[in-house]
């Protein structure tokens, strides 16, 4: 049987279409004939999967979850047939990276510009990391407070920064140590639900940990543009804030108190997906970009 008319591929084709006459159409079948198809996987499998009237189809509770399913395997099996393909068939299509949204426009794009530009068969399918599903990522792409690990390419250092605008430091004073934020407002990110309060500065050998009382809680872009709105202080990761401390729109503080971490923005193969030729492909763009550019893990 081809693996395209499989009875799975067949459902999802039906759903999709919204019509037996419309997936006959497309798939080059009879509306009677994915009836009987439709008809014989449910009872196969014992539950009803789409309702069926005179004007429409409905996935029933069971269909929607049996889609689910279908999709994923459905893409499996792609999968499987690029893998054991010719030796450059996954040197096309597409190629799932999960990545911090933010990072994705002011450091990614440069990479990946010259990634299409050596692949131009792979399509690049972005996806945000706080994406709830978004299905398998091929490469992961985050902040990694400690990399490790030979697959675990760093491709910038990203430590927090302490910043405000100048025009906020004007009317509210400059903290000279990290007790001074208490009275200060304080833009707090919130991370995949979970609300960073809990700041850390670094004296000698001694860490501080400050509890800020935040005037505003929110992602990444948001708390950036209300720091150079001198809405307050932030403490924010250096991708995002690199231009604008050039520029002298955010002015770094408290910066004698700041950590010797190795915090980086690192990418990594997804899970079980290390082996793939697009993924190796990638990773060993990523090395050339960087001995090109002079930087490196």
Known sequence: MDMNQTDYHLFKAIVDAGSFANAAEMLGKTPSGLSRRLTRLEDRIGQRLITRTTRRLTLTDKGEAFLIHCTKLIEDMARAEAEVGSPDAELAGILKIKIIAAYATRGFLPILNGFQTAYPRI????????????????????????????????????????????????????PQTPADLSEHRCLVLD????????????????????????????????????????RGIARLASFLVRQDLENGDLVPLLSEYSGKGKRAICALPGDSVSHLTKVRAFFDYLSRFHRKDGGGD
């Open 123 to 174: 399509v690049p399918w972005l996806i945000s990391e706080g994406t709830a599903d978004g299905g398998q990522a091929d490469i992961l792409i985050s902040s990694v407070d400690t990399p490790v690990g030979q697959n675990c390419h760093i491709l910038e250092e990203n430590p927090w920064v302490l910043c405000a605008a100048p025009a906020y430091l004007e009317a509210h004073g400059t």
């Open 191 to 230: 991370i995949a639900g979970k609300v960073q309060r809990r700041w850390r500065f670094h004296a000698q050998d001694e860490v501080m940990d400050i509890l800020v009382s935040p005037c505003l809680i929110g992602f990444g872009d948001t708390i950036h543009r209300a720091a150079r709105d001198a």
